[in-house]
């Protein structure tokens, strides 16, 4: 039996049809709050039950308890606010109202106001993010570009922003009937935002020989300078997949999230939205989910300590390399030997390769994959 | 924003010590923060006992042609 979803039950929060015409034919009635690409995926993830049991945005008491407790009012686990952010001056609705949340002039959910608040910038970032360092991507985010006040409410779904992956991009109701279908038990689910080399591909087999299969799910989002593209991680990923793993025993499909870079929260995060997929086991790796050297490298690994009561098995890895003497891919726990026979797997590495066309070793990146990387004009996000 | 709410169960004063004890040998800060982790543990697993699927036959139908559409099945 696959995982049941955080809270039990799946949550399905899309309009109908006669709903969704209704709300769109009197689109002009409706107050409207403007939201991100950030927003308009928390929106389209409430919708399908990524986010179960969340089904709409949070209000003060879930927020309350989510900053100081990580933990929903209800007592759930949950480390990451989802809320979605006014300015005072357009703020033409309030608490009963129904609102349409836009993502560049297009409805893509209506909202049930259910609280608005007052949105504490430095509380917030301290607790979800441990600093308020405007370095830090995610404090960043909350200081300059979150607006003063929070709504919450319940939400029905009645659009999603432009999917160019779609044929990559399951539901958790497609996947858990998927894992069904494949007579898989025990899944472990794997989140990337990366191309993947070697030391990725050891951690993936080395936890599905406990497992019936694996649910690689790579994050599409806005990402970072000097990332891969989305497009050459899919790419990348298939041809990996369609070489290198046993028929049927791996999923591939893309989540669409915005990553917030709060280390050992979103670790935590990360792991309920695979559970919601129906992931019984998450792959928690080196400094998952950080940014920058705010969090240690093993500290997404800690928190996890802390719940008890998760329901999906995190499942922790240190970091794989290539050993000359050990003449294959291994880590610190199987090899003896020093770092002068160790070749470390390094992201860094392999993008300046690609750069400069320089050959990547195969027993960095499969061949297969690294024909992929090299094929791209232009493989990273500029 | 305050700090979490808290309320209170009776234990028998017998069990109390017996977990007084084992907590200080563990990373527990105290009875309380043992007792609350151990029932989320048993808490959560019985609750997930309970479970059905949220979608009907007519549904189960149209994801499992699309799984087959995309190649995942
Ligand atoms: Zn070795």
């Known amino acids: 039996m696959v995982s049941k979803p955080h809270g039990g039950r799946l949550i399905i929060r899309i309009a109908s049809e006669n709903r969704r015409s209704a709300v769109l034919g009197a689109a002009d009635e409706y107050p409207v709050i403007s939201i991100g690409l950030r927003e308009a995926y928390d929106v389209e993830n409430i919708g399908y039950g990524v986010y179960s049991p969340l089904d709409g945005f949070m209000v003060y008491e879930d927020l309350e308890n989510v900053l100081m407790n990580m933990r929903l009012s209800n007592d759930l686990p949950w480390t990451m606010p989802i809320v979605v952010s006014v300015d005072e001056d357009s703020m033409d609705f309030g608490v009963g109202d129904e609102v349409l949340l836009s993502y560049m002039d297009r409805p893509l959910a209506v909202m049930q106001v259910e609280d608005i608040y007052r949105l504490d910038r430095r509380l917030y970032a301290e607790r979800v993010f441990g600093t308020t360092d405007p370095s830090h991507p995610g404090v960043y985010n909350v200081f300059r570009e979150m607006g003063e006040y929070l709504v919450g409410g319940r939400i029905e779904l009645l659009d999603t922003v432009d999917n160019p992956y779609a044929r990559f991009y399951l539901r958790p109701m497609e996947t858990r009937v998927l894992f069904r279908e494949r007579g898989w038990k025990t899944i472990v689910g794997f989140q990337t935002r990366n191309a993947p080399h070697l030391g990725h591909e050891y951690v993936q087999k080395t936890a599905l020989s406990f497992v019936d299969g694996i649910f690689i799910n790579p994050v599409v989002g806005r990402k970072k300078r000097g990332d891969f593209k989305d497009e050459v991680i899919l790419e990348a990923y298939s041809e990996l997949v369609k070489h290198y793993y046993p028929k049927d025993s791996a999923v591939l499909s893309i989540v669409r999230y915005e990553m917030r870079y709060a280390g050992p929260r979103e670790a935590i995060h990360h792991a309920i939205m695979r559970k919601n997929f129906g992931c019984t086991h998450f792959i928690v790796g080196r400094d998952h989910a950080g940014v920058g050297d705010f969090y240690g490298p093993y500290d997404a690994q800690e928190i996890f300590r802390e719940f008890p009561d998760l329901g999906v098995t995190p499942v922790f890895f240190k970091e794989f390399f290539y050993c000359r003497r050990c003449g294959g891919i291994v880590h610190e726990r199987i090899c003896p030997h020093d770092e002068s026979n160790r070749v470390r797997f390094s992201g860094t590495y392999v993008r300046e390769a690609i750069l400069e066309g320089r050959d990547i070793p195969d027993y960095i990146v499969r061949p297969e994959v690294a024909r992929v990387l090299m094929s791209h004009p232009d493989p990273f996000v500029s | ?73």
């Open chain 2, 1 to 73: 924003m305050g700090q979490g709410k808290y309320t209170t169960v009776s234990i028998p004063k017998s069990l109390y010590n017996r977990i007084k004890k084992l907590v200080e040998e563990t990373g527990f800060k105290s009875v309380s923060d043992y007792v609350t982790y151990v029932l989320r543990e048993v808490v959560a697993m019985h609750e997930s006992e309970r479970y059905e699927e949220p979608f009907t036959e007519k549904d189960l139908e149209e994801i499992k042609k699309r799984l087959k559409a995309l190649g995942y099945i």
